[in-house]
């Protein structure tokens, strides 16, 4: 196949990613996970809510009851690193049974550059022009060199599958490429992070921009909690502990008592004086005065109660002895 699908997002120069099936959505995590939670109502900011927490707690197997089917396009390079995530349904194009098309990835100037001195797996560095018309030269001089022993050897009459070993990894293969979102959210947490290759992430980038058509809140949950979320070390946390003052503790404790007001506050609406009783039931310690004057301020965010309230008690136990 030259020509590029309609349906599918290039990438690199002869490469594509294209759904071809999906099967659930959020709706498919929110219905099995209330397997296990029990049906309660259904609204909208409620199955948001639920994926949120799924998430939040790594309840995974609700989000393997979403289905994706791809068809990608990539050159061999780049299919051995993806071919390392175990999970996934592959079926690829087959040299042994097909002949090989003459397609291969040629680097754009802007991606040619120097070794990184950083990171033993990246690059960095412009390179000069001089340098990067070699690059491309060497690409097409050994790619078209090695089809042209390849036709060789095919008319030949030698087997494919023995003939097709003279042909370097720029070479482009297909397959159809099937996995859970559980799974391709992994993949894409670790081939989208800018340590992976350039080459890769292009494919997960288009594959990324499939799921959150699918499954928006699925994809909102994953960048909040596991791409953006933090996780600290048992000796991050004691050097918190250690180092952060009551005061600082205090202070954040305080503004998730007035978030936590005004989240319960906008989940069902309390009369004025009712408000501060509220707020100090959520451990609010502020006069009722200074309370008026922030709660008028309008800078009050609202969020999700259960998470503010794991935050409270997270925040709590970083309180000094
Ligand atoms: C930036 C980067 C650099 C890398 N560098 C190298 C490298 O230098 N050399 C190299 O060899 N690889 C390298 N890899 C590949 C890496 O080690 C993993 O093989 C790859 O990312 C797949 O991850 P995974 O095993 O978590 O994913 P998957 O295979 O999709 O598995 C998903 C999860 O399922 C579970 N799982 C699946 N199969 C098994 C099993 N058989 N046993 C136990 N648990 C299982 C694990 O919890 C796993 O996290 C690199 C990857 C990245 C992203």
């Given amino acids: 196949m030259n020509e590029l699908p309609k349906d599918a997002i290039k990438c690199l120069d002869k490469g594509f990613v294209r759904l071809v099936d999906s099967m659930g959505g959020d709706d498919a995590i929110v219905q099995s996970a209330r397997v296990s939670y029990g049906k309660g109502t259904s609204k909208v900011s ?15 197997t609700p989000f393997e009851m979403v289905e994706f089917k791809f068809h990608c396009k990539m050159p061999i390079f780049v299919a051995r690193q993806w071919v390392r995530h175990r999970t996934a349904n592959i079926n690829e194009y087959s040299l042994r049974y097909s ?42 001089e050994i790619s078209e060199r090695s089809f042209e022993i390849y036709s060789e050897l095919n008319e030949a009459g030698v087997a494919r599958e023995l003939a097709r070993a003279v042909l370097p990894v720029n070479l482009y293969t297909e397959w159809y490429w099937k996995n859970d979102l559980h799974n391709l959210l992994h993949f894409i947490g670790l081939r989208s992070d800018g340590h992976a290759q350039y080459e890769i992430r292009v494919f997960s980038d288009a594959m990324a921009s499939f799921v959150k058509e699918v499954a928006p809140f699925a994809w909102e949950a994953y960048q909040d ?31 998730v008592a007035y978030q936590l007001t005004a ?16 707020y100090k039931d959520q451990g609010g310690s502020d006069s009722l ?14 969020g999700n109660v259960r998470e503010l309230r794991e935050f409270k008690s997270k925040i709590e136990t970083l309180r000094q002895s």
Avoid: C
């Fill in 46 to 60: 409620q199955d948001r809510g639920l994926i949120r927490y799924l998430m939040r707690h790594r309840h995974t």
């Fill in 225 to 255: 909690y596991v791409v953006k979320g933090m996780r600290f070390s048992k000796i991050e946390q004691n050097l918190l502990e250690r180092k952060l003052p009551d005061r600082v503790i205090d202070d954040i404790q305080e503004d």
């Fill in 99 to 140: 002949e090989a098309r003459d397609e291969f990835y040629y680097p754009d100037p802007d991606n040619i550059e120097f070794q990184s001195a950083l990171n033993k797996q990246g690059r960095m560095g412009e390179v000069d022009s001089e340098l990067k018309q070699k690059v491309q030269r060497y690409f097409k």
């Fill in 263 to 278: 989240s319960l506050h906008a989940n069902k609406p309390r009369s004025d004086e009712d408000l501060f009783p509220l």
């Fill in 289 to 302: 005065d200074d309370f008026n004057l922030k709660w008028s301020s309008g800078e009050i965010d609202t």
